[in-house]
């Protein structure tokens, strides 16, 4: 597949397949991902979609367990004066 089929299927200019190829980190990360799927690099080391999904829900699983907000301390400006 040449660089303009790529960038074709893609839906992407050639410029913007040229910015993935150098690893500008303003190009956008779907196109990047996007480009990633059809040239056939695994995404996340993963081959296999089911492993993926799983990785994803182990990953969710984990993010319930922190809780949904942090209080932080609250600023005292009176320096500790009682007046």
Do not use: Y
């Amino acid at each position: 597949m040449t660089a303009e089929e790529l960038a074709g299927t893609a839906g992407i200019s050639r410029t913007t397949l040229h910015s993935i190829e150098r690893g500008n980190p303003a190009t956008s990360i779907g196109k990047v991902f996007n480009v990633a799927t059809i040239v056939g690099v695994p995404l996340f080391g993963v081959d296999d979609p089911s492993e993926l999904i799983a990785l994803r829900r182990r990953g969710e699983e984990r993010l319930a367990l922190l809780p949904a907000r942090v209080d932080r301390p609250r600023r005292n400006d009176d320096d500790g004066l009682d007046f």
